[in-house]
């Protein structure tokens, strides 16, 4: 049976893989997803074949619960709530594992870790290690999830002395887990969890909103590698390997969503960047003489219909008002009048990675018109209107020419260099890394102040 179990195993461990490689692109998205699928659901069964499982009564009634909210979730979660869901799943993960730990520190000889009571220190070392990681996985995670949802601002919450306070913390964790491993005490154990829940408070709240995709990686980096750590104490392998997938696959994109920030992973951990706030409406901060151009859907619709080349830039403000599908309709109507359509996805745009391009999916939005900013900022200026539709941040010109500027550094989708650019948003408060966009006063802009799905769907009556 152990040499059958590992056979599956390994195969699970390779659809993982696949299913990872898969997700990697939108075409292969949903093949991706199967294989993921596919290989739980061989993971599940051979674990529930294995000859230590036991009575499967309360297994099975676990696994109905839980697939049954999970359904219920699946069923009526909005696509703009995935980031905050993301979260809540990273939190459920690492409160696992604190669990799995406790299950096992407080009787070894149910989990073959122990000889005469006492605890291998291989296994302590395993344990502990999954158990912190496990316990700011849980704690931050929440936060995250209330920063998102808007229960908790989104607002840096800083203190004097906070990094010194976590550094500190941070070095007596560590000496907690060697002295747990010597003394093997119940009483360091559970001090470890308490530590480690608070440091994952701290950790967080310190970070703003606009990081947010950052950080919703990283947690999904540590659900992983609290997994892997509660593998080794359960002697699982698929749960090694698929925990070490998670965690080494979560870091990699949380460096690549630095990279699209312009901002180290550290800096982004020491946080400040997100404050709330915003310019005044109508007038610049930095010339407070200087108004912006407002403009209604009948003035876009007709700059648009006369175009040649529309860039589509789509923000947070999309994901709010649920208008991928009335951008996909207006876009279908553009194409017809000839007009050549594509769509501008910053990396960091809005609350999770890629989650531009699931909303644009979900809307039918042809994979070949969707461009990462690498490949399509150089066509900006050969464009005759690039339509913004509350994307902020990511095409604030200030990163680019203002060095007093937080997100100077930044890479920005080029907007400005269009011949007209259509800003859409509710109002001309700033995005959430809480600073002035200057592009709102630029000469070739034109604010269209409203709901993005209202004036979408409105620009496509003016087009009718």
């Not at 496990?134 to 004097?160: E, H, N």
């Not at 509660?230 to 698929?242: Q, Y």
Request: glycine share 10%; proline share 4%.
């Amino acid at each position: 049976m152990e040499t059958l179990a590992a056979l599956t195993y390994l195969i699970a461990s390779v659809l993982f893989i696949l299913a990872l490689r898969g997700l990697s692109h939108p075409e292969t998205a949903r093949q991706g997803l199967n294989f993921g699928i596919a290989g739980m659901a061989i993971a599940i069964v051979t674990t529930l074949l294995l000859p230590n499982v036991g009575s499967w009564f309360w297994v099975l009634i676990a696994i109905g619960i839980g697939g049954g909210i999970g359904t219920v979730i699946a069923q009526k979660i909005e696509m703009t709530a995935l980031p905050q869901l993301m979260a809540a799943f990273h939190s459920l993960v690492g409160l696992a594992a604190v669990f799995v730990a406790t299950s096992a520190f407080m009787d070894p000889e149910a989990f073959n870790i122990a000889t005469d009571g006492n605890i291998h220190l291989t296994s302590l070392i395993e344990m502990s290690i999954g158990l912190a990681i496990g316990a700011i996985t849980f704690t931050g995670s929440v936060i995250a999830w209330g920063k998102l949802q808007g229960t908790i601002s989104g607002k840096p919450v800083t203190f004097g002395g906070q990094h010194a306070l976590n550094g500190m913390l941070g070095a007596l964790l560590v000496l907690l887990i060697i002295l747990l491993c010597i003394t093997q005490s119940g009483f360091l154990f559970f001090l470890i969890v308490m530590l480690a829940l608070a440091l994952g408070v701290l950790m967080i709240i310190p970070i703003g909103g606009a990081d947010m995709p950052v950080i919703v990686s990283m947690l999904n980096s540590y659900s992983g590698w609290a997994a892997a750590g509660i593998g080794f104490t359960l002697h699982n392998n698929l749960l090694i390997v698929t925990g070490a997938l998670v965690g080494a696959s979560g870091a990699i994109l949380s460096y690549i969503m630095c990279k699209g920030m312009n901002r180290s992973f550290i800096s982004v951990l020491l946080g400040g960047f997100g404050a709330e706030g915003g310019a005044a409406a109508g007038a610049s901060e930095h010339d407070p003489d200087r108004q912006a151009k407002i403009g209604a859907a009948e003035d876009a619709a007709y700059i648009m219909k006369n175009a040649s080349k529309v860039i589509i830039i789509p923000g947070y403000g999309m994901a709010v008002a649920q208008a991928q599908h009335a951008l996909r309709e207006m876009a279908d109507l553009l194409k017809k009048e000839g007009v050549d359509v594509k769509y501008a996805i910053h990396p960091v745009a809005g609350r999770m990675p890629g989650h531009m391009n699931v909303l644009l999916a979900e809307a039918n939005v042809p994979y070949d018109e969707v461009f990462e900013m690498e490949d399509i900022n150089r066509e900006f200026a050969q464009a005759d209107v690039a339509y913004v539709i509350g994307a902020n941040d990511i095409t604030n010109p200030a990163a680019k020419n203002d060095p007093s500027s937080p997100i100077y550094g930044m890479p920005v989708l080029d907007a400005g260099d269009a011949k007209t650019v259509l800003f859409v948003k509710r109002s001309m408060g700033s995005g959430y890394a809480g600073i002035d966009n200057p592009l709102f006063f630029e000469d070739n802009t034109m604010m269209l102040l409203d709901d993005a799905k209202k004036m979408t769907e409105d620009i496509i009556k003016a087009m009718e």
